[in-house]
């Protein structure tokens, strides 16, 4: 994306608000209440901001905000789009080149997952360790793509805190495809061959941007249904937002613990 385009953003950002942190979130589908536990915050709409993609996909609210943890400063992208919403991956990723352009140095990706292991049940939070990028496409410029881009002490360093706090975080790899139809059962029991441990729509373009870009990168699902024939039931969006609501309080109690030791 043109360098002029994120200079111009963040110019008119920084008119609307003192929009500048070191640690940055996005926030996934029904999962953008955590702006509800910052302090002092200073809300812009993503729509003021030159070049920001707009989500049309329900549980994403859309504004950027700044506010404190605590006394710790913080840039929330609360929503996000999706490649199949029509966006290019450029647009995509966008975001996080603003957040950077903010002065963010770390960034917590956040999403609502499908897990695919019986033994990961929803309402779960599952940090992750690695990405399987199955969407056919990558903003990966170099030729080879790192093994992987989440940094084993920050990933061990995360597990401490939530073993500290006794919220229960699983651990495992991630499978980001298009969408934005949910799987087939037959295409779940192929993941699994693939040791893919959850599904999602997201994440994976935006890690592998922030990683290129030079960012430390922690991503967090929140487990919010069985993926498709994990169970012998369908599933549909309201049971993704459902959870997404129960596991508020330990989503933004390790959220705020992360924050907290990564500022340190
Ligand atoms: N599949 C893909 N994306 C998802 C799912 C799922 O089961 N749940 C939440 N996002």
Redesign the pocket.
Known sequence: MADKMINDAVAKIRTKGPFKAEIALVLG?GLGNFVETLDQTTRLSFSEIPGFPISTVEGHSGELVHGYLGDVPVLVNSGRVHFYEGYSLEQVVYPIHILQALGAKTIILTN???SIRKDFPPGDLMLIDHLLNLTGHSVYQDNQEPESIFDPQILKRASQIAENESILLKVGSYAG?N?PS??TPAEIRFLRLKQADA???STVHESMAAFQAGMQVLGISCL??Y??GILDQP?NHEE?METGRRVREDFAKLLTKLVHSLAT
């Open positions: 589908s609502a997952a499908g495809l969408g949910y799987e599904v999602g729509m919010t249904n993926a498709a599933l993704v």
